[in-house]
Structure formats: structure tokens, C-alpha cells
T-cell receptor
């Protein structure tokens, strides 16, 4: 069964420094996708970045990059030049393509990492 | 530009009462989902739908029912609320996207969440 693990319940980072949030996953599928979402204190879920299992390059979106190590089954999120507004809960999630159409696009989420950026 | 809208945003119930959460999306997405979020457990999938008239169980379906009579709406029902159902509920939707190599669904678009308290 697929599983997502985020081992860091909480992290602190100094403003303007880079931070890495860990995510490991377990799946027997060859085709899957990995996502990171941000949830600020206001509660909404904000999509940050996506990495497909067949993508050869690590995904990047502005200050966010995904350090994808397929053999180690890890998909760590790197935030460069942290800002105070980056303080939030971050969730890693995975979707398996599946062989059956009615699998849908459902995501399995990790437990989340709460990031606090210090001024 | 509403996206995914959930009603109500807040609700307090007594044990044994029933209620329905409504989710509406205006993006013509095929797939819709209901998740619950509890501290330290991330988001867990309750039920999902891959199209109008179809529903399927997720990870934690017990105590909930769903219906997808119209493509744009996905209803989550609690027939007899229990304190264990106190949670924040998120509705989400997604679309099918073909990458050229595999068929992937895109990211989930989330509603703002509904906070339910069962006394």
C-alpha cells in the first residue's frame, strides 16, 4: 500500500536562509506523482509543486524546488531564501496512476511539517 | 472565479444529529473528493467520485455517505454524528491531464474547509 512519511513535525529556519523539508514515500507503482501543498494559518491548501515519477529533471517553481531521489524514494521540498510568509504547515502527497480508470486522482498525504521562519 | 466552494464553513452538532456538507466546483472537473484533517494525521480521504453518479470509498469512509447527482456538486452526509467526527473537512476537485507518456491527473484544487464540532 502506498504511504507518505514526513518525519519532521516542526522546523525552524532563519529568514533568508534555505530549508529542506523531508518526505519519503512507498509505492509499488512505476507511475506516480508527488505533490507539495502549503497550509498557512488561515487554513486553505495551496499547491506548490509537482514531480512526476518519469520526470528526469527536478521540479522547480520560483523559490521552491523538489529534490527527487527515485531510488531512495524521497521527494524533499527545498525552499530558498525563506520569508516570514513561508511560516505554515507543509504537506507532501502522492498519487499513483493506477491501472484501473476509476482509481481517480486521489492523493495520499503525509502528516505534515510545521515550518516557522524566524526574523 | 469561485473555484471550489464549501458550505457551511462552521457547524456545531450534538451527538446523533445529522447534517450535509455541500461542495460545489465551477471548473468542470471530473473528479471530486472529501478529506478530513485532524492534528498530526494530515489529510485522510473519506470518499471520492470519478464522475457524475459515481462514488467510491476512501481511507476512512465509516459514518459518512456521499452523493454526486450533478457533476459540479459533491455532498457529504453524516447520518448520526459522533464526537470522533469533529474535524476540519476539505472538499477538492481535479482534472485529467495527459502528459504524453502516462495519463496523470492534475493537482487537487481545495475548498476553504468546513470546521465541524460534534458535542
Amino acid at each position: 500500500a502506498q504511504k507518505i512519511t514526513q518525519t519532521q513535525p516542526g522546523m525552524f529556519v532563519q529568514e533568508k536562509e534555505a530549508v529542506t523539508l523531508d518526505c519519503t514515500y512507498d509505492t509499488s507503482d512505476q507511475s506516480y506523482g508527488l505533490f507539495w501543498y502549503k497550509q498557512p494559518s488561515s487554513g486553505e491548501m495551496i499547491f506548490l509543486i509537482y514531480q512526476g515519477s518519469y520526470d528526469e529533471q527536478n521540479a522547480t517553481e520560483g523559490r521552491y524546488s523538489l529534490n527527487f531521489q527515485k531510488a531512495r524514494k524521497s521527494a524533499n521540498l527545498v525552499i530558498s531564501a525563506s520569508q516570514l510568509g513561508d511560516s505554515a504547515m507543509y504537506f507532501c502527497a502522492m498519487r499513483e496512476a493506477g491501472l484501473i480508470y476509476n482509481q481517480g486522482g486521489k492523493l495520499i498525504f503525509g502528516q505534515g511539517t510545521e515550518l516557522s521562519v524566524k526574523p | 472565479n469561485a473555484g471550489v466552494t464549501q458550505t457551511p464553513k462552521f457547524r456545531v452538532l450534538k451527538t446523533g444529529q445529522s447534517m450535509t456538507l455541500l461542495c460545489a466546483q465551477d471548473m468542470n472537473h471530473e473528479y471530486m473528493y472529501w478529506y478530513r484533517q485532524d492534528p498530526g494525521m494530515g489529510l485522510r480521504l473519506i470518499h471520492y467520485s470519478v464522475g457524475e453518479g459515481t462514488t467510491a470509498k476512501g481511507e476512512v469512509p465509516d459514518g459518512y455517505n456521499v452523493s454526486r447527482l450533478k457533476k459540479q456538486n459533491f455532498l457529504l452526509g453524516l447520518e448520526s454524528a459522533a464526537p470522533s467526527q469533529t474535524s476540519v473537512y476539505f472538499c477538492a476537485s481535479s482534472y485529467e491531464r495527459t502528459t504524453g507518456r502516462v495519463t496523470n491527473t492534475g493537482e487537487l484544487f481545495f475548498g476553504e474547509g468546513s470546521r465541524l464540532t460534534v458535542l
